[in-house]
């Protein structure tokens, strides 16, 4: 039972103009703000 909808304009797809591909590897200034953030959350968790 397949139904299909069709109002007669193109599909457009959702990821179109978007940048694919893989991921640019962090920075150092991103790395250590993973850092301070995961040392906080330990230091002061109850």
């Known amino acids: 039972m397949e139904t299909t909808i069709s109002n ?3 599909r457009v797809p959702w990821n179109k103009d978007k940048l694919t591909g893989q991921k640019s590897p962090l ?3 991103e790395i250590w703000a993973c ?3 995961a040392y906080w959350r330990r230091a ?3």
Do not use: R, T
Request: aromatic letters at 16%; zero cysteines; proline letters at 17%.
């Open 35 to 37: 850092h301070f953030s």
């Open 27 to 29: 920075k150092l200034k």
């Open 8 to 10: 007669g304009a193109p």
């Open 44 to 46: 002061f968790s109850p």
